[in-house]
């Protein structure tokens, strides 16, 4: 078995397993919220920010509420359980395709889409994001919020991006990087290293990259527009409330029942503080433009 359908294997698995917690614990949405600092773990309402981020990011790629700018056929890569999805097509009245590695995610994302009465507007199916199931420029948003990470080819990754998005769409990518190198750097340090690897063991993630890589990526496809921001002070509450909701009587019993894929991830959590504390991890958004 090749080493990336071990990689996509272990990601299904992974998802099948620990989206029911997740969704139990904290709704629709599998991604980090948006906070504007200083903002404690407490205090913060931690689904509204998940909800901010969906709206923060719309605005920093300059998607509006103008009926022109406003997309109508949108693809969610990596889609989870639909719910950035769903979100999308109730504010634009959109048509929204998802794909997921995840039979579990796809089959829940599908019966939510129904009983929110979404069914006529999106849907879900099991696909590789390397190999998407749809023909050229067939979307006026591409949206991969926090599912960059998974991938192993990058350059693919963004390639298929670009070749799904229509003539003057929109792509959106929100991902995990790990921080630019500098000059005279030609890698990261052995212990930054260290750290992302046990990340990645936990976690089923290939290699990492940057966020000026991915800049570089998109500007080899001739993209437009081409805006990066490091957002991970906005995101700095997320993890410590994720691992506190995991030591909630509802969250333990969930975990344990969960099984050992999602409690290993569960135990590398506090990994991804020390990441971003430590500037190895950053939180990035970048968008750009298809040319007309």
Not at 95 to 108: D, H, M, N, W
Not at 272 to 285: D, S, T
Request: with cysteine.
């Amino acid at each position: 078995m090749s080493r990336e359908r071990v990689l996509q294997d272990g990601i299904a698995e992974f998802y099948d397993q620990s989206s029911g917690l997740w969704e139990d614990i904290w709704g629709d949405h599998m991604h980090h919220g948006f906070y504007d600092p200083p903002s404690s773990p407490s205090d913060a309402d931690h689904r509204a920010a998940q909800i901010r981020m969906i709206e923060q990011s719309l605005r920093f790629a300059g998607i509006t509420d103008e009926p022109a700018k406003q997309p109508k056929t949108i693809v969610d890569v990596g889609c989870g359980i639909g719910g950035s999805s769903r979100y999308l097509a109730r504010k634009f009245g959109a048509e929204c395709q998802g794909i997921t590695l995840s039979p579990a995610q796809a089959k829940r994302a599908n019966v939510l889409a129904k009983d929110e009465g979404l069914a006529d507007k999106v849907s879900f199916q099991v696909a590789d994001a390397l190999k998407q199931p749809f023909p050229d420029g067939q979307f006026d948003l591409v949206w991969s919020m926090e599912s960059g990470e998974h991938m192993p080819e990058k350059a693919k990754f963004v390639n298929e991006l670009a070749r799904v998005a229509a003539p003057g769409g929109t792509i959106i990518l929100v991902t995990w990087c790990h921080r630019d190198l500098g000059p005279s750097e030609e890698s990261l340090q052995p212990w930054e290293k260290r750290l992302l690897d046990r990340i990645c063991n936990a976690y089923y993630l290939p290699e990492w990259c940057s966020t000026s890589d991915y800049v570089k990526l998109l500007q080899s496809l001739s993209l437009q527009d081409i805006k990066a921001a490091d957002w991970s002070e906005h995101v700095a509450p997320f993890w410590p409330a994720v691992i506190r909701s995991a030591f909630t009587w509802k969250g333990f019993i969930s975990l344990l029942r969960s099984g050992w894929k999602t409690i290993k991830g569960a135990l590398v959590m506090p990994l991804m503080i020390q990441g971003y504390q430590k500037g190895v991890i950053k939180f990035a958004i970048i968008t750009c433009r298809k040319p007309e």
